[in-house]
């Protein structure tokens, strides 16, 4: 298959690379049909995230169509055919922060966790196409991709909406949600947003969702806050 690949500091390919295949009894193959380039994809790009190889697929934002699913993933929660967006943290859905709904704390899924314990000070869930610190697993900025826990993390979409329309439940929507969540909003607050980017985007939507009275949008980019005024936000 093609991906995009890490090729050194501040250099990407888009090169050949081995098909992905069922390693464990609870992987899926997922054919990609829509991935995105995250804010945080610069930090591996240019190094400040050590651990990256040549050669290491990119991307942990993606949907697409099961292709193939390993004899242990449970058949109620996924099947072949089934379209999903897959979340970027790896989840086992067993151990105990799963069982805390702290998915992205998942205790099983990098098998790197203590080296992320040594540069974080403390460990992280595995992730899709984030060096191998979270695990070295191959990312989705490819047409394929192997999910491991497959039963666990990815969501399936069963609706008609387009893959623009959810693809970014697999970070950045929900990364702006729990900005906002954390703000505990009441129906009397004005919510000012610092940086209307992509998360802040979802923030500021976040924030109306949660009941806001005004969303405010602070941004040094014109484009940006455009945007916002788009969506009914002050700029
Ligand atoms: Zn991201
Ligand atoms: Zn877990």
């Known amino acids: 298959m093609r991906a995009n690949t890490w090729a050194g500091r501040n250099k990407v390919k888009v090169r050949d690379v081995p098909d992905p295949k069922i390693l464990n009894e609870r992987d899926a193959i997922v054919r990609i049909t829509s991935t995105a380039i995250c804010g945080s994809d610069l930090h591996l790009l240019d190094g400040y995230v050590p651990t990256m190889q040549?050669?290491?697929?990119?991307?942990?934002?993606?949907?697409?169509e099961v292709i193939e699913v390993g004899q242990g993933v449970d058949p109620g929660r996924l099947r072949v055919g089934d379209r999903v967006v897959v979340p970027f943290p790896i989840a086992c859905g067993a151990c105990g922060a799963c069982a805390a709904e702290l998915y992205s704390c998942c205790e099983n899924s990098n098998p790197n966790a203590g080296i992320a314990e040594k540069m974080f000070g403390h460990p992280v869930a595995g992730i899709f196409g984030y060096s191998h610190l979270t695990g070295g697993f191959a990312g989705g900025q490819a047409q394929y991709a192997r999910v491991p826990f497959a039963d666990v993390g990815p969501l399936k979409i069963e609706s008609d909406l387009t893959d623009?329309?959810?693809?970014?439940?697999?970070?950045?929507?929900?990364?702006?949600?729990m900005g906002a969540e954390m703000c505990d909003i009441q129906s009397t607050d004005v919510v000012a947003v610092w940086g209307a980017g992509p998360v802040g985007q979802f923030a500021m939507d976040s924030a109306r969702a949660l009941g806001a009275a005004k969303v405010i949008a602070i941004d040094k980019e014109p484009y940006r806050l455009q945007m916002a005024e788009r969506a009914g936000h002050t700029a």
């Open 54 to 64: 040549d050669g290491d697929v990119m991307g942990h934002e993606f949907m697409g």
């Open 164 to 177: 623009e329309q959810v693809l970014f439940l697999s970070d950045i929507l929900p990364t702006g949600y």
